[in-house]
């Protein structure tokens, strides 16, 4: 069964910490994301990548980089992390459909 | 540029009724693609629906199906027999075919389903 995997699931920081998020997709897709949400703002694109050492600049992409190391691994990084940052992050997947396939979610909370 | 709009914020329904959930789009393309998604109280996003621009049919897939009106820019969420399992977050979606993959979501619109 495809499948996106987030981890972590949940973490803490502080203001300045440095924070990885990892995605992994069994699906085979070439496509990957990573989103944000907030209550009152959706779903909102910070990068996505099309393939290994691909990397495309979504809508929100202040303050992240993102790296693609293989077809199944995309990874997000906060280097400085800031409160405005706490959010929930999503990992997704796609073919060349539009349809996309959602990690668990990774809940950031930076202090 | 793109941009997904979505009105409602919140929706009350009683079980069993008929629930629509409205969405508005912009776009230069002519050619684009429309999905709707829905969040559940455990967070899992999952895709519901999808409707091509270029097709006149309103897309049907169980007791979902949508309502195109290309002129409106609009592409609502009809819901029937809603039932309590039904009660979630959905979420619309657009992707222009000059953006490549990249997918542009509304704010989404909650759904509560009660006996």
């Known amino acids: 069964e495809a499948a996106v995997t987030q981890s972590p699931r949940n973490k803490v920081t502080v203001t300045g910490g440095n924070v990885t998020l990892s995605c992994r997709q069994t699906n085979s897709h070439n496509y990957m994301y990573w989103y944000r949400q907030d209550t009152g703002h959706g779903l909102r694109l910070i990068h996505y990548?099309?393939?290994?050492?691909?990397?495309q600049i979504g809508d929100v992409p202040d303050g992240y980089k993102a790296t693609r190391t293989t077809q199944e691994d995309f990874f997000l990084l906060l280097e400085l992390a800031s409160p405005s940052q706490t959010s929930l992050y999503f990992c997704?997947?796609?073919?060349?459909?539009?349809?996309?396939?959602f990690g668990e979610g990774s809940k950031l909370t930076v202090l | 540029a793109q941009k997904v709009t979505q009105t409602q914020t919140s929706i009350s329904v009683m079980e069993k009724t008929t629930v629509t959930m409205d969405c508005v789009y912009e776009?230069?393309?002519?050619?684009?693609?429309l999905f709707w998604y829905k969040q559940t109280a455990s967070g899992e996003i999952v895709f519901l629906i999808r409707?091509?621009?270029?097709?006149?049919e309103n897309a049907t897939v169980g007791h979902y199906s949508l309502n195109f009106q290309k002129p409106k820019s609009s592409i609502g969420l009809i819901i029937t027999a809603t039932q309590i399992e039904d009660s979630a977050v959905y979420f619309c979606?657009?992707?222009?075919?000059?953006?490549?993959?990249?997918?542009?979501f509304g704010q989404g619109t909650i759904l509560k389903v009660y006996l």
């Open positions: 997704a997947s796609s073919e060349n459909t539009g349809q996309l396939y």
């Open positions: 990548s099309y393939g290994a050492g691909n990397l």
């Open positions: 776009t230069q393309d002519s050619s684009y693609f």
């Open positions: 409707q091509d621009s270029y097709k006149k």
């Open positions: 979606a657009m992707r222009a075919t000059s953006s490549g993959q990249k997918l542009v």
